[in-house]
Nanobody
Framework: QVQLVESGGGLVQAGGSLRLSCAAS????????MGWYRQGPGEQRELVAAITSGGSTNYADSAKGRFTISRDNAKDMVYLQMNSLKLEDAGVYYC???????????????WGQGTQVTVSS
């Protein structure tokens, strides 16, 4: 009943920039946290950035100073602006949203399908 659709992934040269977008839709009462995870080849999925409904942010050490997470509460969207991209940033990026789809239930986490980010030297 809740769907997250990602866009913006692709191939970029090292040092370049990319902006990922994720739109949530469906039976949404409210959204608490939103964020992005990355899974590189042979790696576990790791948190890259998160943002609360109030706009507080948290970043992985590797992302600090280069990535910026933001959201548009009116559109139920979350973004990840990635600058100064490195080879190590490559992987599949998954957005998530902690959605309350009914006033009587606690938040449930929903995931996007993932979008591939490839960084070339």
């Amino acid at each position: 009943q809740v769907q997250l659709v990602e866009s913006g992934g692709g191939l970029v040269q090292a040092g370049g920039s990319l902006r990922l977008s994720c739109a949530a839709s469906g039976s949404i009462f409210s959204i608490n946290d939103m964020g992005w995870y990355r899974q590189g080849p042979g790696e576990q999925r790791e948190l890259v950035a998160a943002i609360t409904s109030g706009g507080s942010t948290n970043y992985a050490d590797s992302a600090k100073g280069r990535f910026t997470i933001s959201r548009d509460n009116a559109k139920d969207m979350v973004y990840l602006q990635m600058n100064s991209l490195k080879l190590e940033d490559a992987g599949v990026y998954y957005c998530y949203a902690d959605v309350k789809y009914s006033r009587r239930y606690t938040n449930s986490r929903f995931w996007g399908q993932g979008t591939q980010v490839t960084v070339s030297s």
